[in-house]
C-alpha cells in the first residue's frame, strides 16, 4: 500500500467490503403481494424425464394463481406457440377461470417486440387472450423476484414429482402430473401457511368466468398426398385411402389428433403423435387385403372432366395414367390445363403425334402443341395479307 503496509489480498477486499468501496450499497427485498384473480404467472423449463424407456428432455409448462398459489403443470416435446395455446387453455379449464393479467418471461412465443412494460403481444396470442378476458404482461428483464411464484415450483417438480418416476407415453405423463397437481393443492404449504385448495375457494369468486364455448386449438397445413397414400407431418406419416394420392389435403392439428380432409365428405382422423419419431401410422382400412386390388369407385375428377372436354383423348389419358413419370393425380391435372388453355385442333394435333411415338411426357407434349399454335395462329414474314 502507500503506507508501506504489506496485505494480503484476502485482507484488502474485506477492508473494502466493510468500507463500502468499490460495491454498489445494498438495498432490500421487496415483497409482491396479489389480490384474489389479479395474476397468474406461466414459465417453462426444461427437465430429464424417464419416457417409454428412454430418458428424454421434455420441457416442462407450469402455471400458478399468485394468490391461492394452486399450480398446474404439463409436458411436452416441444413448447411452441400452439402448444402454449394448448396448455394455457387446460390451465383455464383446470383452475374454472381466467385471472384479469398472465405475467410471462419476455418469451418469443408470446412477445412480437418490446421486453417488460413495453412489451407488445403477438397478435395471434393477444386475440387468444381476449377470448378469455385476461391480458398478457412481461416482467422486466433482471427483476426475477417477479416471477418468483412459478420459478419456485420448478425445483419442487424435478425433485419430488419426477424424480425417481418413469412413464409409458406422454398422455401416460401429463395425466400423472395432473394428478400430482391435484394433491399437492391439497396439502398445507408452510411458506404460506394455508392449503391452496382453501385459499382457491375465496379466489375462484374473483376469476372470470370461461366462455361458454372454448374452441379447440388447433393448426393447419396443407399437404399432397405421397405416391404411397401417406401424409407426412412432423417426419410422421399418416395413412389415408389410396385414392387420394397425389391430391392435396388440408390437414388439422389438435392436442390429440390429426384430421385430414379431401372434401366436405371424405375426412380422415388419426390420433396424434406427440413428438417427431419418424413413424407410419397405417389404418387398415386404408390398405385392400392381400392378393386383392385397388377398388377405384370412379377416375379422378380430372379425367372426367378431360373426356368430357376432349372425347378424342381418352386413350391418351389411360396410357398417361399407366406411363408417365409423375403422379397419376399430378399428371391429369396438367393434361386438364393444356385442354382449357390451348385451341382443340393444335391440341389434338399433338397428341396424335405423341401417341404415335410413344411419348408420355407431358411437358414436351406442351411444346410440341406451341409449336404447333405458333406455326398457325401466328403467320408472319413474307406472304401476309398485308404486304
Not at 387446460?90 to 421486453?115: E, K, M, S
Not at 426475477?144 to 420448478?154: G, K
Not at 393444356?338 to 394435333?349: A, D, I, Q, S
Request: with cysteine.
Amino acid at each position: 500500500m502507500a503506507g508501506g503496509a504489506e496485505l494480503s489480498y484476502p485482507a484488502l477486499t474485506a477492508f473494502c467490503r466493510r468500507h463500502g468501496i468499490g460495491q454498489a450499497p445494498l438495498t432490500p427485498v421487496g415483497r409482491y403481494d396479489f389480490a384474489p384473480g389479479e395474476e397468474m404467472q406461466h414459465d417453462t423449463s426444461p427437465h430429464e424425464v424417464q419416457l417409454a424407456g428412454k430418458k428424454r428432455r421434455v420441457q416442462t409448462a407450469s402455471a400458478v394463481l399468485c394468490y391461492s398459489r394452486m399450480l398446474f403443470f404439463q409436458c411436452y416435446s416441444a413448447f411452441q406457440r400452439f402448444d402454449c395455446k394448448v396448455f394455457l387453455t387446460d390451465a383455464l379449464r383446470y383452475f374454472c377461470g381466467a385471472p384479469a393479467r398472465v405475467l410471462i418471461d419476455n418469451t418469443h412465443v408470446v412477445v412480437l417486440r418490446g421486453t417488460g412494460r413495453q412489451m407488445v403481444p403477438v397478435p395471434e396470442m393477444a386475440a387468444f387472450a381476449e377470448r378469455f378476458g385476461f391480458q398478457f404482461v412481461a416482467h422486466e428483464i433482471g427483476d426475477v423476484n417477479r416471477s418468483a411464484r412459478v420459478e419456485r415450483p420448478f425445483w419442487f417438480i424435478e425433485n419430488n414429482f419426477l424424480a425417481g418416476r418413469a412413464f409409458c407415453s406422454w398422455e401416460d405423463l401429463n395425466q400423472q402430473a395432473r394428478q400430482w397437481c391435484d394433491k399437492v393443492n391439497s396439502t398445507y404449504k408452510k411458506h404460506i401457511r394455508a392449503v391452496p385448495r382453501e385459499l382457491f375457494a375465496v379466489e375462484r369468486l374473483h376469476l372470470k368466468p370461461l366462455p361458454a364455448w372454448i374452441p379447440e386449438v388447433y393448426r393447419l397445413h396443407q399437404r399432397t398426398v405421397d405416391v404411397e397414400g401417406y401424409v407426412a407431418l412432423h417426419t410422421n406419416r399418416y395413412s389415408v385411402p389410396l385414392a387420394w394420392i397425389g391430391r392435396r389435403v388440408e390437414v388439422r392439428e389438435t392436442k390429440d389428433q390429426i384430421e385430414m380432409q379431401l372434401d366436405a365428405r371424405n375426412l380422415v382422423r388419426h390420433t396424434r403423435i406427440a413428438e417427431a419419431e419418424h413413424q407410419r401410422i397405417l389404418l387398415p382400412q386404408h390398405r385392400p387385403p392381400r392378393g386383392q386390388g385397388i377398388a377405384r369407385t370412379q377416375p379422378h375428377p380430372e379425367e372426367q372432366a378431360i373426356v368430357a372436354a376432349a372425347p378424342e383423348l381418352a386413350e391418351y389419358v389411360a396410357a398417361v395414367k399407366q406411363r408417365s413419370r409423375k403422379v397419376p393425380g399430378l399428371a391429369l391435372r396438367q393434361l386438364l390445363r393444356l385442354v382449357r388453355e390451348y385451341p382443340r385442333e393444335p391440341l389434338l394435333g399433338a397428341v396424335r403425334e405423341a401417341a404415335r411415338y410413344g411419348l408420355y411426357d407431358l411437358d414436351r407434349l406442351e411444346r410440341m402443341i406451341l409449336r404447333r399454335v405458333a406455326r398457325e395462329y401466328f403467320l408472319l414474314g413474307e406472304g401476309s395479307p398485308d404486304d
